[in-house]
Each structure stands twice: as C-alpha cells, then as structure tokens.
Nanobody, 122 residues
C-alpha cells in the first residue's frame, strides 16, 4: 500500500501563494486517483481537489476554483497543490489522499498522509 507524506505548508499572508507536495512511497501514484482535503479548526475534513490517475480531468471544490490547481508528476511519484490568492479561511491542515478506484470526494475513504499545516494571516 502506498504511503503519503505532505510538505510545503507554512505561514503566508492573505493574497499570497504556497505549493504543497505529496510524495508517495511503497507504490506508484500512477495507479491511484490523487486528491487533497483539508480540515479547518473546529470543522470536519472536506474535499479540496482531486485528479484522475492519468493526469487528465480534475475536480475542485467551489471555494477553491480559479485559485488552486492540482497537478501530478508520475515520474516523481508526487502530486502537488498550487494555492494562489490565499485567504484566511483557507487556514487548515491539508491532507493528501489516494484512492485506487475512483476520484474521491469522501473525507473518510482512501489512503491518507499525516497532513501539513497552512496558516493564512490577514
């Protein structure tokens, strides 16, 4: 089973950008649908973005459309989340997700990384 490790989180001012990375080991991400979720303080984990295993079509939550972009580099076994125009409400722990069968929007299913903290100051 693949293991996932996120990196790239940090503190950024509103309007700034960050790029999160998710490195996979123990398997190849080319076999999985890859995605990102987040959990804000006091809230449930929610879907952010996901991508087909082939690197084709992607899906985004409405609140990140036009600001966040998911991409993957199968040769590097890494998936990315480019986050632009960040807002204080984007503050959350961001989790990488892998699912072998479908483009996953369910926050309880699939394989998870440990998460990386993103904090956006106003």
């Amino acid at each position: 089973q693949v293991q996932l490790v996120e990196s790239g989180g940090g503190l950024v001012q509103a309007g700034g950008s960050l790029r999160l990375s998710c490195a996979a080991s123990g398997g190849t991400i080319s076999s999985y649908y890859m995605g990102w979720f987040r959990r804000a303080p006091g809230k449930e984990r929610e879907f952010v973005a996901a991508m087909h295993w082939s690197g084709g079509s992607a899906a985004y939550a409405d609140f990140v459309k036009g600001r966040f972009t998911i991409s993957r580099d199968n040769a590097k076994n890494t998936v990315y989340l480019q986050m632009n125009s960040l807002k204080p409400e984007d503050t959350a722990v961001y989790y990488c997700n892998a699912h072998s069968l479908l483009l996953n929007r369910d926050p309880t299913r699939g394989i998870w990384g440990q998460g990386t903290q993103v904090t956006v100051s106003s």
